[in-house]
C-alpha cells in the first residue's frame, strides 16, 4: 500500500496537470456515478489527506480515490496513449486540453460534496504531511490504547495518517524497539519523539513537486543496499551492529526488526503467526 510521501507525491501531480482548468473529458467508470459529468467543471485543487486523494472541483463536488494496494493515478500529455494497465482496469478519466488523469484499479472512488469530505477522511488522525500535523496530538492518541503493541498502533490511521508497512518498521527501528512493543510501556518521552521522527522522514522523501521521488530512504546513506535499515533485510546484517535482520508477521504484514538494537518481545508466538493471543490490527486507512 503507498504511504503518505507516495500519495503526497501522486496528489502534486494531479495537481500539477488539472488545477486551474477546466476538464474537457470526465468519466467515473463505477456503477454508482457512471452517469456522473464533471465536464465543463474548473479543478480547484488536489490535496493529499493521509493516503487520501481529494481533487475538489468548482461548484463544491470532490473525487475521494484512494490507492490501496494496486490502485494508480497516471498522468499523459493529451492525446497521448495511456499505460498502467488493461482497460477494464481503469475506473476514472479525467482530461483538460494539456493533459489526462487516468486512475487505475482504484478500489474506493466517489464523488461527493466538498462540505461532506469528512465523512470520508474526518476519522484520521493528524496528518504527517498535512497543515493539521500536531506531534503532541499524534502522540496522545497512540498513547490512548496503551496495551497496544507499537507497530500495530503506528499503521493505524486514526492516530497519525500516512504511516505505512515500510515507515512503520522504520520507525521502530530508530526507536529502538520492538514492534510488538506494547505502547504503554515505552519511556514517556518516545512517542513525542517518534511522532517528530516519522513527520521527518515523509517530509524527507516526498520529491520535488510534480516530480516523481526517487527511491525512499531513511538511512541518509546513498551506497547502494543501505536506504532502509531494517526492511526488507530479512538475515542481512543490520546497518548498526551487525545482527541479522528478522522478519515475522504482524497484522498479516511482514514486519523487520533488529533483535538486537531492538529489545522487547518478538513476533514469535506459539503458532509462528505472532504473538500469541494477537488479533489483527484495525489499521483504519
Known sequence: ????????????????????RPLTHSDLRVPRFATADLTGRTTLEVVPRGKHLLARFEGGLTLHSHLRMDGAWRVFPAGAPWHGGPAHEIRAVLGTAEHTAVGYRLPVLELLRTADEDRAVGHLGPDLLGPDWDPDRAAANLLAAPDRPLGEALLDQRNLAGIGNIYKAELCFLAQVSPWTPVGALPEATLPRLAAAAHRLLAANIGEPGRAGGRRNTTGSSRPGQDLFVYGRTHRPCLRCGTPVREAPQDGRPTYWCPRCQPGPTGQGPTGQGPAGQGPADTTS
Request: proline letters at 5%.
Open 1 to 20: 500500500m503507498p504511504e503518505g510521501d507516495s500519495v503526497w507525491r501522486a496528489a502534486a501531480r494531479l495537481h500539477a496537470a488539472l488545477a486551474a
